[in-house]
């Protein structure tokens, strides 16, 4: 507890081990998911962002309720930290009709209306003109709102990316651009498909102010992050920040990885956002071993939930299979 002018220290070690199980969160439910998929219960499609879980726990961390937020198709943990419940993200896997989108989504296109969670995009830079979109209502409306947009560094390749930083920046849009740099965009080094790297250089081009950030460090990430909203929602038009992460696991379990050596993938490894913030709080004597463990029995129960809520749920109806296909007249 604070006393007088002093700085608030438990508050802040509070605040930090709230990143780390945010963090630790995403780490097990995604690991979850493989183990599911490899027994058949998940099925299609999924990608995981295992390894780089500092750049969504520390953007959304700076995040406010009403704001708006996309992903991509590795956007699981997104959409969990944005408060989409584990149990209706695991049913959702499933198929089930308990999931977020009844279960006709799967893992690329988790949704949520309630938490202003707009996907789940599987079309790369998908989310960026919708992001725009969104903001433009934001704007005409006059609510003071930011859009949160992640997309990889594959979509800069893509028109859409263009098209949307240049109306963002023309029209001063509320959006704060979020590029995941994970230095591949399927089995495509960064450096095989850009002529310019430096991909805040190439937002500055638009006229939007652009950082690189470590998005192994979820401090530095949060840092960045709250900087940068604070600006786009004070009118500053949108921002861009590179976050230069690493996946540790193959695009999706589809992927043999033959473009990448083993020993560069281990480097990466050393720097697990999760050791390195656990590691910090426990030399600076902010992270006792029993509250490391609390929180690890917590998130191990809440996922545990999830997957027995996700097993007990429900096919949907074979009748409804053509429902919501085109509108439904009859709806009151
Ligand atoms: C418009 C479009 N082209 C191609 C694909 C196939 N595709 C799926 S993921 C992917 C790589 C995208 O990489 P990146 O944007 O860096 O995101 P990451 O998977 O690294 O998170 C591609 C090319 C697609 N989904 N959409
Ligand atoms: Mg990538």
Not at 68 to 73: I, N, P, R
Not at 145 to 163: D, N, P
Not at 165 to 174: E, F, K, Q, T, V
Not at 208 to 236: F, H, K, Y
Request: net charge negative; hydrophobic share 45%.
């Amino acid at each position: 507890m604070s006393t007088g002018g002093e700085p608030d220290t438990d508050g802040v070690a509070a605040h930090r081990r709230g990143l780390l199980r945010q963090m630790l969160r995403v780490r097990r439910l995604e690991e979850k998911c493989v183990e599911l998929y490899s027994a058949a219960k998940i099925r299609g499609f999924l990608h995981v962002y295992i390894g780089e879980e500092a750049v969504a726990a520390g953007v959304l961390s700076a995040v406010a309720p009403g704001d708006a937020v996309l992903a991509t198709y590795r956007e699981h943990g997104h959409a969990l930290l944005r408060g989409v419940p584990a149990g209706a993200i695991m049913a959702e896997m499933y198929g089930k009709a308990e999931g977020c989108c009844r279960g006709r989504g799967g893992s690329m296109h988790l949704f949520d209306a309630g938490t202003r969670f707009y996907g789940g995009n599987a079309i790369v830079a998908g989310g960026l003109p919708l992001a725009v979109g969104l903001a433009l209502a934001d704007r005409m409306a006059g609510r003071p709102r930011v859009t949160v947009c992640f997309f990889g560094e594959g979509a800069v390749a893509e028109g859409e990316f263009h098209e949307s930083l240049n109306l963002a920046a023309l029209w001063r849009l509320p959006v704060l651009f979020c590029c995941e740099n994970n230095l591949y965009a399927m089995g495509t080094a960064l450096g095989r498909s850009e002529s310019q790297t430096d991909l805040a250089l190439k937002a500055s081009g638009y006229g939007v102010p652009a950082w690189a950030v470590d998005g192994m460090d979820v401090l530095a990430v949060e840092e960045a992050a709250r900087r940068s909203v604070d600006a786009v929602r004070g009118g500053a038009g949108p921002y861009f920040l590179e976050l230069r992460t690493y996946r540790f696991r193959a695009h999706s379990l589809f992927d043999p990885e033959r473009y990448r050596d083993k020993a560069e993938v281990a480097r990466w490894v050393e720097r697990d956002p999760i050791d390195a913030l656990r590691n910090t709080l426990e030399a600076s004597g902010e992270l006792a071993p029993a509250q490391w463990a609390a929180i690890a029995e917590d998130v191990d129960a809440e996922i545990a939930g999830a997957v027995a809520y996700a097993e007990a749920g429900t096919p949907e109806p074979v009748g409804d299979l053509t429902r919501f296909v085109v509108s439904d007249r009859s709806a009151p």
